[in-house]
């Protein structure tokens, strides 16, 4: 049994020095706590918290310039951190940081802090917490309580290669600029004001791919200005818009925008014969038509309409209403956007009429989180055609049965030297 008894340091207006030592807070797996009135903790040397050992700090903290911390265990931070010196930890352990004060907390410092598992859960305000350096997850960000003020010129919350989160809500999310490196689907837990916004963004290819991404609620007119934009689109959102840069990488996302009834307006959830909802993106001097497909309402899932497109570029994001176009109609080439495959001969395959003439072609099919569900080059109506299954060459398994609901589909063809793309929604019934 492991021995859970409370070391504590009681102290007032103190400032506790290591220079150039080193704390290996592991002999025993028990609790240091350091619970001091108007202290600082200073390490210019080494701190490690070792496995299966717990430490409390109840007062400032800095780490120095030459200060080197360590988290293998399980620390509590209850007052204000500084990083000016290293923050790692062993990635082959498990080490949690826990940010759980009772009043507001700065998170700071010149140098970037790298923690496996943050835990962020402090209820003293609903802004409790500022951050106005660059920290780092390597494992998982736990958003349990309270806003992450990221609203600083150096202030971004960087989830690495293989790292995630979890609880992020109206009550817990990232108000500045949240990075993602890597290769992995991700939903971005942004927000501004009190309003968790994420945008999600598909599998690519390149591990070395690097997207920052920030979300503001307030509306993109002036400053991009919504005079200025393609003839197809009709009325630009003037309550929102999401800021995404490509920090590293060449590949064009798959990406998806949220719509809320609290922050979206209220004529963008409502479709006619006439126009449809679309991604537009400021290129600089006005504002394109990026296309999208949006989701079917589903019940119990928290976004239930979701607007999915590939994008040429990157930069300012919003949704807008745009011209309705007749996604079959691609003059000699006609898409049947319907699947049932229940082999009764009709509609048991994704048909597009006249692809044989351009066996130059590719066709991807994702559904409603941007994952790709299906990829084929030479498409044809024989015997290379989609037939509700996934080919499982991104997330889901090889073979199964894809759920009932909206996909989209990508169509790119060589027309007599000329790259023509199509993209649209696709149903598919698999009841």
């Known amino acids: 049994m ?191 004001e009190l309003f968790f916004r994420p945008s999600y963004h598909a599998a690519n290819s390149s591990l070395a791919n690097v997207y920052t991404t920030q979300y503001f609620y307030k509306n993109s007119h002036p400053q991009y200005s919504h005079n200025s934009k393609d003839e197809d689109i009709v009325t630009i959102n003037d309550k929102e818009y999401w800021v995404i840069t490509q920090d590293q990488g060449s590949e ?20 006619n014969d006439e126009t449809e909802l679309a991604i537009v993106r400021w290129n600089g001097t006005k504002w394109v038509n990026e296309h999208g497909i949006l989701s079917e309402d589903i019940a119990g899932e928290a976004y239930s309409n979701l607007l999915t497109g590939t994008v040429s570029g990157y930069g300012i994001f919003t949704m807008a209403l745009v011209k309705k176009t007749n996604d079959r109609d691609l003059g000699d080439v006609i898409v049947y956007n319907a699947v049932s495959p229940n082999d009764d001969g009709i509609n048991d395959t994704f048909r597009i009429e006249g692809i044989d003439q351009y066996p130059d072609n590719t066709v991807e099919i994702y559904n409603r989180w941007g994952v790709k569900v299906f990829d084929a080059v030479s498409y044809n109506e024989s015997d290379n055609m989609f037939k509700g299954y996934s080919d499982g060459r991104v997330t889901v398994k090889r073979g199964d049965k894809l759920p009932t609901g909206t996909y989209f589909y990508i169509l790119k063809y060589n027309k007599k030297g000329k790259g023509e793309q199509k993209a649209g929604y696709l149903y598919i019934n698999n009841q």
């Open 2 to 192: 492991e021995n859970k008894d409370l070391y504590k340091v009681k102290l007032s207006d103190f400032k506790m020095v290591n220079k150039k030592g080193s704390y290996a807070l592991g002999l025993f797996a028990g609790l240091f706590t350091c619970n001091m009135v108007h202290a600082q903790m200073v390490n210019n040397g080494e701190v490690k918290v070792a496995d299966k050992t717990i430490m409390a700090v109840y007062m400032d903290y800095s780490n120095g310039t030459s200060g080197d911390f360590i988290n293998d265990g399980e620390t509590y931070i209850f007052q204000n951190w500084n990083n000016d010196g290293k923050v790692s930890y062993t990635p082959a352990l498990n080490g949690k940081t826990y940010f759980e004060g009772k009043q507001q907390q700065l998170i700071e410092g010149t140098k970037q802090a790298d923690f496996q598992n943050i835990i962020y859960d402090n209820v003293s305000a609903l802004v409790p917490f500022d951050l106005t350096t660059k920290i780092s997850v390597g494992k998982n960000s736990d958003y349990k309580n309270g806003i992450i003020n990221a609203l600083y010129e150096n202030g971004k919350m960087i989830f690495l290669e293989n790292a995630a989160h979890t609880s992020a809500g109206d009550q817990s999310f990232v108000d500045g600029k949240v990075e993602k490196r890597g290769n992995a689907e991700f939903q971005f837990p942004v927000g501004n």
């Open 252 to 271: 064009n996302i798959v990406l998806s925008l949220t719509l809320d009834h609290d922050t979206t307006p209220s004529g963008f959830f409502v479709q």
